[in-house]
């Protein structure tokens, strides 16, 4: 490995439509994306669902957990050692925490963090009230522009790895935004990580399906940014989920090693179907996510103290007649209204929600079930949001015109973020008194003056006449939103990326696929 990433980094400089509603959307849109939106800089507060009691409830409830039940380490002799030597009990496979050990690991992991990107005007803050979008993670299939659902591809994964480069409202290029089915399975995460290098300059997420790819990821970023600023500060979050209910497995295990000690983020997320991997009941879910978040982001901090990490969790609850999962329902908002006040309590950065459904097409259920989880997650204050656009048949699929429309829906979000402008315009006194009784506001000074940014406009949303529509062809959204999907990927530009980087990147992947044979499983 040292050979391949010495050879590779020989070259590595340093861091360095027609007329009416469809024409004007197009205007508003530039054929391609507008401006980027910075991250979210949260000015409303956050909503609470939990007193003071109930919190100490959940909390109290969670050490039992962890001190009577304890959580299993499976196949880690050396987790089992670390939490050995810091106190814990280990009996088999299964540690017993004592009454506030984790809460101290914890003490050194930092509450706010930049994540990096290779353009450093797109780096991003994590915690505290900022906010950020990532869009979706992990479907195998995709449902494409031809309305065919099919298996992913290495071209799917890129063409969703721009569309996010472009989204003004997307703040990451994420990380898996969908499985490349037609590259071998060992050699894959090699062109992922490769594509959101390449085809975008926002932060990236890393590889966490075995500990030697979360290691190529990390060299991969290293002949981007240099090896001291790797170890010395954030340039990839890094999923790691709880194989709930409460167990860490060994490829989770061995990926949150390898991210912790070279200073990575790790979002240890609990993934949670109520009803069949925690209790039916959210007092009951939100203690075993509390109970498994503090033990696996305690962890981190056993392999480096001051490693961020995310307190995260993945919520959704089950159908009780067939078992499958549902999305957008009141129980699984609850339960991340809480655990971003247990996250808060905790000091920790907040991962929940997205633009979830179990709707197999871009139809009403989709937006309803999206739109409920995905105005929830806002108001809970989450810091970080993956599945923010594209999520589809319960994240089995990603689909290019839910991305579209799910990335214009984060637009509005961005807005609302921004609360009540009280400064003297927002106050608009000027306009009441130039207008006064029984007149309109549309030609005064002040609607001339704010009408360009006083609402959010939507590039996708028909607000025109049912005649309008019709001779504009009666296109619904999905419609619409393929037109914007097929104008984005035409007139997309890669970021600049220096050659020499480029090239080492290139002959790095190179010689890790040479390194091993193909695996497809």
Same mark, same amino acid.
């Not at 089950?318 to 908002?333: C, K, L, N, R, V």
């Given at each position: 490995?040292?050979?391949?990433?010495?050879?590779?980094?020989? +070259?590595?400089?340093?861091?360095? %439509?027609?007329?009416?509603?469809?024409?004007?959307?197009?205007?508003?849109?530039?054929?391609?994306?507008?401006?980027?939106?910075?991250?979210?800089?949260?000015?409303?507060? *956050?909503?609470?669902?939990?007193?003071? !009691?109930?919190?100490? #409830?959940?909390?109290?409830?969670?050490?039992?957990?962890? !001190?009577?039940?304890?959580?299993?380490?499976?196949?880690?002799?050396?987790?089992?050692?670390?939490?050995?030597?810091?106190?814990?009990?280990?009996?088999?496979?299964?540690?017993?925490?004592?009454?506030?050990?984790?809460?101290?690991?914890?003490?050194?992991?930092?509450?706010?963090? =930049?994540?990096?990107?290779?353009?450093? !005007?797109?780096?991003?803050?994590?915690?505290?009230?900022?906010?950020?979008?990532?869009?979706?993670? +992990?479907? *195998?299939?995709?449902?494409?522009?031809?309305?065919?659902?099919? $298996?992913?591809?290495?071209?799917?994964?890129?063409?969703?790895?721009?569309?996010?480069?472009?989204?003004?409202?997307?703040?990451?290029?994420?990380?898996?935004?969908?499985?490349?089915?037609?590259?071998?399975?060992?050699?894959?995460?090699?062109?992922?990580? $490769?594509?959101?290098?390449?085809?975008?300059?926002?932060?990236?997420?890393?590889?966490?399906?075995?500990?030697?790819?979360? %290691?190529?990821?990390?060299?991969?970023?290293?002949?981007?940014?240099?090896?001291?600023?790797? !170890?010395?500060?954030?340039?990839?979050?890094?999923?790691?989920?709880?194989?709930?209910?409460?167990?860490?497995?060994?490829?989770?295990?061995?990926?949150?090693?390898?991210?912790?000690?070279?200073?990575?983020?790790?979002?240890?997320?609990?993934?949670?179907?109520?009803?069949?991997?925690?209790?039916? =009941?959210?007092?009951? =879910?939100?203690?075993?996510?509390?109970?498994?978040?503090?033990?696996?982001?305690?962890?981190?901090?056993?392999?480096?103290?001051?490693?961020?990490?995310?307190?995260?969790?993945?919520?959704?609850?089950?159908?009780?007649?067939?078992?499958?999962?549902?999305? +957008?329902?009141?129980?699984?908002?609850?339960?991340?209204?809480?655990?971003?006040?247990?996250?808060?309590?905790?000091? #920790? *950065?907040?991962?929940?929600?997205?633009? #979830?459904?179990?709707?197999?097409?871009?139809?009403?259920?989709?937006?309803? %079930?999206?739109?409920?989880?995905?105005?929830? =997650?806002?108001?809970?204050?989450?810091?970080?949001?993956?599945?923010?656009?594209?999520?589809?048949?319960?994240?089995?699929?990603?689909?290019?015109?839910?991305?579209?429309?799910?990335?214009?829906?984060?637009?509005?979000?961005?807005?609302?973020?921004?609360?009540?402008?009280?400064?003297?315009?927002?106050?608009?006194?000027?306009?009441?008194?130039?207008?006064?009784?029984?007149?309109?506001?549309?030609?005064?000074?002040?609607?001339?003056?704010?009408?360009?940014?006083?609402?959010?406009?939507?590039?996708?949303?028909?607000?025109?006449?049912?005649?309008?529509?019709?001779?504009?062809?009666?296109?619904?959204?999905?419609?619409?939103?393929?037109?914007?999907?097929?104008?984005?990927?035409?007139?997309?530009?890669?970021?600049? #990326?220096?050659?020499?980087?480029?090239?080492?990147?290139?002959?790095?992947?190179?010689?890790?696929?040479?390194?091993?044979?193909?695996?497809?499983?």
């Amino acid at each position: 490995m040292d050979e391949i990433i010495e050879e590779a980094g020989a +070259g590595r400089r340093s861091r360095g %439509e027609g007329r009416g509603a469809a024409a004007r959307r197009a205007s508003r849109s530039g054929g391609g994306a507008g401006p980027a939106m910075p991250y979210i800089s949260r000015k409303i507060q *956050p909503y609470n669902v939990l007193d003071e !009691e109930g919190l100490q #409830l959940i909390e109290h409830n969670a050490d039992i957990v962890l !001190e009577e039940i304890g959580i299993e380490f499976r196949e880690d002799g050396e987790a089992l050692e670390l939490w050995k030597n810091a106190g814990a009990d280990v009996k088999g496979e299964r540690v017993h925490f004592p009454k506030g050990l984790c809460r101290e690991l914890l003490k050194t992991a930092p509450s706010e963090f =930049t994540w990096h990107a290779r353009n450093p !005007e797109r780096s991003v803050r994590i915690g505290g009230n900022a906010t950020v979008f990532a869009p979706v993670y +992990g479907p *195998p299939f995709v449902r494409d522009l031809d309305g065919n659902r099919r $298996y992913a591809t290495i071209e799917d994964f890129r063409n969703f790895v721009k569309l996010a480069y472009m989204a003004p409202s997307m703040h990451s290029s994420g990380g898996t935004v969908c499985e490349p089915v037609d590259i071998p399975v060992n050699k894959r995460h090699l062109d992922m990580v $490769y594509s959101h290098i390449k085809y975008s300059d926002k932060p990236f997420m890393g590889s966490v399906t075995a500990p030697e790819r979360a %290691e190529d990821s990390i060299a991969m970023a290293k002949l981007v940014f240099g090896d001291d600023f790797v !170890e010395n500060n954030c340039v990839m979050l890094n999923l790691i989920n709880a194989n709930s209910p409460m167990v860490f497995d060994e490829t989770m295990l061995g990926a949150s090693k390898v991210y912790a000690r070279h200073g990575q983020a790790s979002v240890v997320s609990p993934f949670i179907l109520s009803g069949a991997m925690s209790p039916v =009941t959210v007092a009951g =879910t939100l203690t075993q996510i509390l109970a498994e978040v503090l033990a696996g982001a305690s962890f981190t901090q056993l392999i480096r103290p001051g490693a961020p990490v995310l307190f995260g969790t993945f919520a959704a609850s089950i159908s009780m007649q067939s078992g499958a999962p549902t999305f +957008g329902t009141p129980e699984p908002a609850l339960v991340s209204y809480g655990a971003a006040q247990l996250a808060r309590r905790m000091g #920790l *950065p907040f991962r929940t929600g997205g633009s #979830l459904c179990a709707s197999k097409v871009p139809d009403a259920q989709a937006a309803h %079930e999206s739109a409920n989880t995905l105005n929830m =997650t806002l108001l809970a204050g989450a810091n970080f949001v993956l599945h923010a656009a594209g999520w589809l048949e319960g994240g089995l699929a990603a689909c290019y015109e839910k991305f579209m429309i799910d990335q214009d829906q984060l637009g509005m979000m961005q807005k609302m973020a921004q609360g009540v402008d009280l400064s003297e315009s927002g106050q608009a006194m000027d306009a009441i008194r130039e207008v006064g009784p029984g007149a309109h506001y549309l030609g005064c000074a002040h609607t001339q003056a704010n009408f360009q940014s006083a609402f959010y406009r939507s590039a996708l949303a028909d607000n025109n006449s049912f005649e309008q529509w019709e001779i504009e062809g009666r296109k619904r959204v999905e419609d619409r939103a393929n037109a914007l999907c097929r104008s984005w990927l035409d007139s997309y530009e890669a970021p600049a #990326l220096d050659p020499a980087i480029d090239e080492a990147l290139l002959a790095f992947i190179a010689a890790r696929k040479n390194s091993m044979p193909d695996a497809f499983t």
